[in-house]
């Protein structure tokens, strides 16, 4: 399955995806019909989320390009946008669960956070991390059509992290590494900072790794207003993606409702 998305411009986490969701339809509807792909997409709709479902619709359609009967291509459904960001960590919380982490002497644990909130790195980039970026101050990475994308670590952070390296006397490798060595995984990161939260007393809704991107995003413009260069520094193939942190989380929202309307 694979070698028929290969020689598309995909990324590997695409064409795995691609490949789970091709081989999910055949499990379970067997022929590729147009009967057969409408029940599908109907139970996607019920199932998951809209964006969800057009990357699973996409997968199929590409699949059905490649086998030559692009007439069964199916239309994606309509991404309602949201007027507000849901579930992400506040900045506060951020700051107390970086305390929290610190006193405790998880070290490892806390520069993942901080990493993930002062880079704005995805989950997969943030793994990509080795002792050599931070000595340079960046790390490369290239997306989709060979774009170039740098992912600057701030002087602050560095600094601080070379401290810890230079007590851990570590010179070289990933960065994040569990306690044999190897590099530490997504889903561990994400199981265990829920743990961490759980523990802390804060909302396990908002502490996902993904939650401290959009907090780099939104404490960047809050402190520099520049929206284009947000969208460059966070890779988003559009402005557009990046506009949605222009606006309020639902708690922010509801908090200025509370303080405005006392009619």
Not at 31 to 46: A, P, R, T
Not at 145 to 156: D, E, F, N, T, V
Request: one cysteine or more.
């Amino acid at each position: 399955m694979t070698e028929q998305f290969a020689h598309a411009d995909l990324s590997g986490n695409t064409i795995t995806s691609y490949c789970k969701a091709v081989e999910y339809f055949y499990r379970q509807y067997g022929e590729v019909n147009k009967k057969n792909l409408l029940s599908y997409k109907g139970w996607l709709v019920e199932n998951y989320k809209a964006k969800t479902v057009n990357l699973r619709l996409q997968a199929l359609n590409r699949y059905l390009d490649f086998i030559k009967k692009p007439n069964l291509k199916m239309k994606f459904i309509k991404v309602q946008q949201q007027n507000f960001l849901e579930n992400v960590i506040s900045d506060a919380d951020y700051r107390f669960f970086c305390r929290k982490l610190k006193a405790e002497k998880r070290l490892n644990w806390y520069f993942v956070v901080r990493y993930l909130c002062a880079t704005g790195a995805r989950i997969s980039e943030l793994l990509q991390i080795k002792v050599e970026h931070v000595e340079a101050g960046y790390l490369d990475l290239y997306g989709k059509g060979g774009k170039l994308r740098r992912l600057y670590i701030p002087k602050c952070l560095k600094a601080e992290t070379d401290k810890w390296l230079a007590e851990t006397g570590r010179t070289s490798g990933y960065l994040f590494c569990n306690r044999f060595g190897k590099r530490i995984t997504a889903r561990g990161i994400g199981y265990q900072l829920k743990a961490f939260a759980k523990s802390y007393g804060i909302d396990t809704k908002v502490v996902y790794p993904h939650s401290f991107r959009h907090r780099f995003a939104k404490n960047f413009l809050a402190k520099f207003n520049d929206i284009a260069l947000l969208a460059d520094l966070m890779g988003h193939e559009s402005i557009e993606t990046t506009r949605i942190y222009l606006r309020r989380t639902a708690t922010e929202q509801r908090d200025l409702i509370d303080r405005i309307v006392t009619w």
